[in-house]
């Protein structure tokens, strides 16, 4: 079955850096889009970044262009999210979902708190 098991999330500055990081198993890796999620505290659910099946094209959420770059390695079957200039209105629970948008099947998440 589809799994998706995040790792790298922390508690950070603001101003920090963090990678996050999202191995796929039980599926095709290869063959689908990825992208990455994130529910703030009493929030739903916020699209923040998406990347097509061979990782030539890329997109973002306003909210992090320009200090969030995604990327993938199908030989690894790993999706991975790069933040930088990370700023307390950042802090979520991030996961990884399958497929462009907040609605495919996503792993459990992991915890990124910003603050001083």
């Known amino acids: 079955q589809v799994q998706l098991v995040e790792s790298g999330g922390g508690l950070v500055q603001p101003g920090g850096s963090l990678r996050l990081s999202c191995e796929a198993s039980g599926f095709t890796f290869g063959s689908y889009a990825v992208s990455w999620v994130r529910q703030a505290p009493g929030k739903g659910l916020e699209w923040v970044s998406g990347?097509?099946?061979?990782?030539?094209?890329?997109g973002y959420a306003d909210s992090v262009k320009g200090r969030f770059t995604i990327s993938r390695d199908n030989d690894r079957n790993t999706v991975s999210l790069q933040m930088t200039s990370l700023k307390p209105e950042d802090t979520a629970m991030y996961y990884c979902?399958?497929?462009?948008?907040?609605?495919?099947?996503r792993g459990q998440g992991t915890q990124v708190t910003v603050s001083s």
């Open positions: 990347i097509n099946n061979g990782g030539g094209v890329t």
């Open positions: 979902v399958l497929g462009i948008g907040t609605s495919g099947s």
